[in-house]
Structure formats: C-alpha cells, structure tokens
C-alpha cells in the first residue's frame, strides 16, 4: 500500500481517492442548480384544445343573441386600480382580501377584476358625457377571485355580461330577462329544462324593515348584507342551513364556522316565510309579496316593478315557462338595488358514477343604480347579467349538446425524404390554400414515430410519398380512421399487407381531391 504524507497525518491513496470524490460532490451539490416545481398555481387550471374550441364556439352563439339585442362589445383591461373596484377593500396596507393586487411603479394599487361590472362602472364613469344612452354593452373574459379554491371553484373563470346603463325603466330589466331566456334557448335547451327567475330588492328592504333592519342604515349595513347571503345560499343549503346562518352560525363540512346574523326565532320564521311565498304564476307570487311587505313603501316599490314586468313580459312568448317570480332568488351581492334574476337549469342527469346531477344556476344578475355614482356622485341607473361560461359550458357537455369542442386533427404529410420537404410543404400549402387543415410533420423521427405522432393527433389521414411514390408522379393516402375499424377484423400480418386497408395510390395532380373525398366519407359515416 502506498502512503502519502499530508502535514503531520498519513493517507493512503485510497483514502486520498474517496476524500477527493467527496469533496467533489460536496462541490457539485453546492452548484446544483435549483429548478422550479412544474406545477399550477392552486385554484387554476390548464385548458386543453377540445375545451378551447367548444368554449369559443358557446361564446360566439350567444354574441348572437346579445347582438339580435342591439348590445355592442366592449372590452376593458384585466387591472383595474384597486380603489375603482371597491368591493373587497379591507382596512390594511396590502388590498388584497377577495382580490389578486399589485403595486405600479408609482405606488398605487392594481388588482385584477374579480367581475366585469365593476369596470364598466368606471367606463361609463370616465366616458359618460361621450356615450349614448342608455349605453348598452356586452363582454366576456376571465376574471379572477383570490377566494378559497374547492372542486369545480377557482379563482380564474370566465363571465359573459351584458347591461343597459343610464336608465331607469323597467322595460330594460325585462329586456334583460328576455336575453337570458333567448340565450338559454340558443345554446339548446328547451323550454322546461331552464328557468330564468326573478325577485326585486326592495321587496327584500321591505321584508328586512319587518325583520326589524333599516336597510338605509349604516349601522345595520353589516346586518343586512349577512340576511341577504343567508337567503341567497338556500338551493345550497336548504332551509336549515338557512335558518342556522340567519341565527348563530353555522359550521361546514371542513369545519369552518360562519357568523350568523344573530335573528331571533320570530324574525327567522318571518325570512323563511318570505323564502316560501312562491305561488304557480307571477300574478298569485306578486299579489303574495304585495301581502307580505305589508305598508312599507320600498317593499310596495318593488311589488309594483315585478307587476310592471310581468304585464310587459304577458304581451310577449315569454310565458311562466322561461321566466317566473321567484322571492327565494336574492343574490348575495349588496350593490343591487333593484330586480334581480338568476338563470337556472332544471333537468337532471346521471354522471359516470351513477350519481345524479342538477347544474341549478348558470348565470344571474340585476339592477345596481348606485355603482357609477362611487365615481362621479350623481346617481346612474344600471342593469345587467352575466353568465357562468365555465357552468353553462360544463352543462352542454354533459348532455352532448356542444360538438364543437370535437374538431378532427390535421391531414399529416409524412417525411419520407428530408432532403424533399421543400416538395411535401408545397403539398400542405395546396391543402390549406383548399380549406383543409393540414400540416408537414417537423420532427425529426423515422416513419414508424411518424404515424404514431399522426394517430396521437387526431388525423384523419395521412399523405406519404416515397422515392417509390414520387417517380411515378403519385401520392399514398392512408385513411386512418377506415384503417382502424378494418384492422380490427384482420388476424396477422400478411393479411395486413394484402389487404393494405384504406391505403391507396393517386396522381400526385389529385391530391386535394383525394382528401378531401377521404374527410367526406368520414363525414357522412359519423
């Protein structure tokens, strides 16, 4: 063995070997290099290509209807500062309680919208003396809410709006109930299968006025704001869960306690008659509310607004069948003011578990008079709704009714000769210029990786041409689906190459009629 002295101590040349290779790790692990997590932020999602489409396809159907309405698009930024949206602004240094926030380089706050009502506010503020009025506008884009993510809740979703600002008539409330129910209808539900229901605000003021809570006054602000989302939770909750809420509290399956509004048994049995009083037709629920709110002049306001309504709504198709009055439907919002509407889907179906599903409701919306007057002091009456894109959506699949999303994959030229891609690009282009989406693969893998890259997309077929295939002036084409459901009857191999199952030859001259007559025939047999 040999030695090695090193100061006062002895190392043989093995230890000098494993002192070396530790060291060096020890090197390497304080240069490794830290690399982020591949992962989603919580509550937020990737959405795939069959979504992306079957979502922009229900996005435009119902830009259809709210362009029949004479409604114009308008789009604002996803930041808006954080003081002009105003609904989740706590008592603290960072605003961000409800809401995803920042600071600009100037110090001031931006956060992004938690909905599109909010910015139309400010428009309208900023532009008021520019627009027509009444301004009537529609939208649609993601907003963002810094809330507590669940299954099937996240933070980033996307709402389509439409609204009527600058007047008070009740004629444009009605309009906008009519919208829902014609959007309903667009997108393919039947008329049974979803209701648009509505109630008025100040009928709730009056009933809170029974229950002994000034709605004008600020001292009882807090109050009245938790009523209205106890009464509004009552599809979720059912009539217990609503009594707990308008009483102690309640806790939730996590074990999460809610603070209740603290009402005493007489005043929750008044709430939940309120909740109840829906009658068959809009007369009988109206003459029940009129009842109800007794002598309170708002509660009266309100009863007169659904009458008005439902005389406009009787000279119209729009029947009990797609829009009715329903006192249980308050939205939890505390900026309405007026009627408020929710759309809701009433069929059920069974999912892959068995289980049954109702969807309830997919949009909703209302009257807020007092929005734009945050920003300019002069009050500016308003109405609008805004549909759940995310719900409507996930509803259509599940009943099949969106084939949108199914688009097929492209026509693949395969490479068969690198050094000829010039010629097989000159082939795509033919095929796009021709309305068929197709693409040359720019890989760099052989032709077995070829046609498998061909079946993970989706492709109808693909167009190979050889040394073979290109002296003679041809193509192949393989049709891939035909291939498929023939390979299934073919036993080995030879059978295989025999048969070469929707594989054929023609003129390369032919091409895009060739494929074309091969997407057709797919076509027709789906």
């Known amino acids: 063995m040999i030695y090695k002295a090193s100061g006062d101590r002895l190392f043989s040349s093995g230890q000098e070997i494993s ?6 790790n020890s090197m390497a692990k304080k240069n490794k290099i830290k690399r982020p997590g591949a992962r989603l932020p919580k509550g937020f999602r ?5 979504e992306v489409r079957a979502m922009r396809h ?35 240094d960072r605003p961000n309680e409800g809401v995803f926030s920042l600071q600009d380089e100037d110090e001031q706050w931006m956060s992004l919208r938690y909905d599109m009502t909010a910015p139309l506010a400010r428009h309208v503020a900023e532009h008021y003396q520019f627009l027509a009025k009444p301004f009537r506008r529609y939208t649609s884009g993601p907003v963002w809410r810094n809330e507590k993510p669940g299954p099937g809740r996240f933070r980033q979703f996307i709402q389509f709006d439409a609204d009527t600002v600058g007047t008070d008539n009740i004629a444009a409330d009605t309009e906008i109930c009519m919208l829902a129910a014609d959007t309903m209808e667009q997108l393919g539900f039947a008329r049974g299968e979803y209701a648009i229901r509505v109630n008025n605000r100040k009928i709730l003021d009056g009933v809170l006025i029974g229950l002994g809570i000034d709605p004008e006054s600020q001292d009882h602000a807090i109050k009245r704001l938790v009523v209205l989302r106890a009464l509004d939770k009552l599809d979720r909750l059912g009539l217990e869960g609503v009594r707990l809420l308008l009483g102690p509290g309640r806790k939730d399956e996590s074990g999460d306690f809610t603070e209740g509004a603290g009402l005493g048994d007489d005043a929750i049995e008044r709430a939940v ?16 509310l009129l009842e109800l709110v007794g002598d309170t002049e708002i509660g009266r306001q309100g ?8 005389r406009l709504l009787g000279a119209t198709d729009f029947g009990e069948d797609r829009i009715v009055i329903d006192p249980s439907i308050v939205r939890g919002l505390d900026y309405y003011t007026g009627p408020v509407h929710e759309a809701e889907l009433t069929f059920e179906i069974t999912n892959e578990d068995g289980q049954v599903v109702r969807f309830g409701s ?17 009050r500016v009456p308003a109405t609008g709704f805004s549909f759940g894109v995310s719900r409507l959506l996930s509803a259509l699949q599940a009943r099949g009714s969106l084939a949108a999303g199914s688009v097929a994959g492209p026509v693949v030229v395969l490479v068969m000769d690198r050094a000829e891609q010039a010629r097989y690009q000159r082939m795509v282009q033919q095929l796009r210029s ?15 990786a070829q046609m498998k890259y061909a079946d993970r997309r989706g492709a109808p077929c693909v167009v190979i041409q050889g040394r073979d295939e290109l002296a003679a002036g041809e193509v192949q084409i393989k049709d891939l689906i035909e ?8 036993k080995d191999s030879e059978e295989w190459r025999q048969g070469r199952p929707a594989q054929f030859s023609v003129p390369e001259a032919d091409l895009v009629t060739a494929v074309k007559d091969v997407l057709e025939r797919q076509k027709q047999s789906s």
């Open 46 to 50: 990737d959405v795939g290509a069959h």
């Open 19 to 24: 002192f070396g290779i530790n060291a060096a």
């Open 483 to 490: 291939g498929t459901r023939l390979s299934e009857g073919i």
């Open 303 to 310: 009863c007169e607004e659904l009458i008005e309504l439902d």
């Open 434 to 448: 021709e309305g068929v989406r197709a693409e040359m693969y720019v890989g760099t893998s052989g032709m077995k």
């Open 362 to 378: 997919v949009g909703g919306g209302g009257r807020y008079d007092d929005l734009v007057a945050r920003f300019t002091g002069q």
């Open 58 to 92: 229900m996005l435009d159907r119902i830009a259809q209807v709210y362009e029949s309405y004479g409604f114009e698009p308008l789009e604002t930024p996803a930041f808006e500062y954080t003081d002009a949206l105003g609904k989740f602004l706590p008592d603290s």
């Open 273 to 288: 008659r309120f909740l109840e009083s829906g009658k068959d037709t809009r007369t009988d629920t109206n003459a029940a």
